[in-house]
Every structure is written in C-alpha cells, then in structure tokens.
C-alpha cells in the first residue's frame, strides 16, 4: 500500500481547527484496536493478515494527522 493520502485540515476562516487531531486519531486507533480484538476472538470471516495490514495502515495515517495538526498548530509545515 504506497498511496498517499492527502489530508485536508478543516479550518475556519481564523485558521482554527474544527476537528482535534486527537479525537481523529483516536477513532482510527480505536477502529484498528476492536479489528485485532475480533480476530483474536475467533470472530468468523476476519483474515487476520489483512486485519493487521489495515490496523497498521490506519496507524499510520493517523501518525499523519497528527504531524499535519501539530505542524499547522506550529506554523510550521508537515513532512
């Protein structure tokens, strides 16, 4: 999986952040967490290698929520 993701930040006309970086990233952490949770369970129908992909994926674009809110918060710009 090598696409980018652009990630818009939604932001008022003073510049200030309509969703926290943190509530996004908890839910996609969150979502990634209850995915390994069903797989360990045994729930039926879960590859769990594709689980695990997913969860990491979804980690990782949560990393770049982070970063993209810590560096518009900083006036900086995201790597």
């Known amino acids: ?16 952040l309509q969703v926290t970086a943190a509530d996004v990233s908890k839910l996609l952490r ?16 879960l ?10 994926e979804l980690a990782k674009l949560a990393d770049r929520i982070d970063v993209a809110c810590i560096a518009h918060s900083s006036g900086g710009t995201p790597r």
């Open 30 to 45: 969150t979502v990634g967490g209850r995915w390994l949770r069903l797989v360990e369970a045994g729930q039926d129908g």
């Open 1 to 16: 999986m090598n696409r980018e993701v652009t990630l818009p930040l939604i932001v008022d006309d003073r510049g200030t």
């Open 47 to 56: 590859d769990e290698d594709t689980v695990a992909t997913l969860t990491i």
